[in-house]
């Protein structure tokens, strides 16, 4: 490749990752503004963005005789003179934003309690936002040490951290969920910690108590 090819291509790429990098802070804005209410809870998608424009291409020499080339916005005709050649082109295209998880429906993971006799089980359903059920995924967990730290203001302690939860990976069945045994009395007396799951991308936490109540 030519040295003014690399110069083009260098450009012309540096336009387009300016446009693309528009494009996604236009849509951050219209989701955080989503979030936040001040239109109405409802979210927009920017679909795509058609572009054009056109650059000139131009090939100078300096004093010392060694070319220039210079690739910039055409705003309108440029002078040329004897030392300078120029080329202008047009590029057009559509830049489409691709939704998360390729379009797919998202991992949902749910989390809840339930008190089985004598002992404490973590319930676990995964799913996706079109309602099927996502079966034989594995599902990790752990006692989240930094969330922990920011709700109750302590970490927690190993011991804690090792005997509340029977396992650290289970698998969803044929129905969707997974369970984990909680050993609560490790826990001492007025002392939550929060556990968090991960399957397939997505991310659920649950705050677990002492024996004396569930959180």
Same mark, same amino acid.
């Given at each position: 490749?030519?040295? =003014?090819?690399?110069?083009?291509?260098?450009?012309?790429?540096?336009?387009?990752?300016?446009?693309?990098?528009?494009?996604?802070?236009? @849509?951050?804005?219209?989701?955080?503004?989503?979030?936040? =209410? !001040? /239109?109405? =809870?409802?979210?927009?998608?920017? #679909?795509?963005?058609? $572009?054009? $424009?056109?650059?000139? $291409?131009?090939?100078?020499?300096?004093? !010392?005789?060694? #070319?220039?080339?210079?690739?910039?916005?055409? $705003?309108?005709?440029?002078?040329?003179?004897?030392?300078? %050649?120029?080329?202008?082109?047009?590029?057009?295209?559509?830049?489409?934003?691709?939704?998360?998880? =390729?379009? %797919? #429906?998202?991992?949902?993971?749910? /989390?809840?309690?339930?008190?089985?006799?004598?002992?404490?089980?973590?319930?676990? @359903?995964?799913?996706?936002?079109?309602?099927?059920?996502?079966?034989?995924?594995?599902?990790?967990?752990?006692?989240?040490? !930094?969330?922990?730290?920011?709700?109750? *203001?302590?970490?927690?302690?190993?011991?804690?951290?090792?005997?509340?939860?029977?396992?650290?990976?289970? +698998?969803?069945?044929?129905?969707? @969920?997974?369970?984990? %045994?909680?050993?609560?009395?490790?826990?001492?007396? *007025?002392? +939550?910690?929060?556990? +968090?799951?991960?399957?397939?991308?997505?991310?659920? +936490?649950?705050?677990?108590?002492?024996?004396?109540?569930?959180?």
């Amino acid at each position: 490749m030519s040295r =003014g090819s690399q110069v083009t291509a260098e450009a012309i790429r540096q336009m387009l990752v300016g446009l693309a990098e528009a494009l996604r802070t236009a @849509q951050n804005s219209l989701a955080t503004e989503a979030r936040s =209410g !001040e /239109l109405g =809870g409802v979210g927009y998608e920017i #679909p795509y963005l058609d $572009f054009a $424009f056109e650059v000139e $291409f131009t090939s100078q020499e300096e004093e !010392e005789g060694n #070319p220039v080339v210079v690739l910039r916005p055409r $705003f309108g005709p440029s002078p040329t003179t004897n030392a300078t %050649k120029e080329i202008t082109s047009r590029v057009a295209g559509r830049l489409v934003s691709v939704p998360p998880h =390729g379009g %797919k #429906p998202a991992p949902r993971l749910d /989390l809840r309690l339930q008190e089985v006799g004598k002992d404490l089980v973590l319930l676990i @359903q995964l799913t996706n936002t079109a309602g099927e059920i996502l079966a034989g995924a594995p599902v990790a967990l752990e006692v989240d040490v !930094e969330t922990t730290e920011r709700l109750t *203001g302590r970490r927690p302690a190993a011991d804690e951290r090792l005997s509340l939860l029977a396992t650290q990976m289970t +698998r969803t069945d044929d129905e969707g @969920q997974g369970r984990v %045994k909680l050993d609560r009395a490790s826990l001492s007396h *007025g002392v +939550r910690v929060v556990v +968090r799951a991960e399957a397939r991308g997505a991310s659920a +936490r649950i705050v677990i108590s002492d024996p004396g109540e569930v959180a």
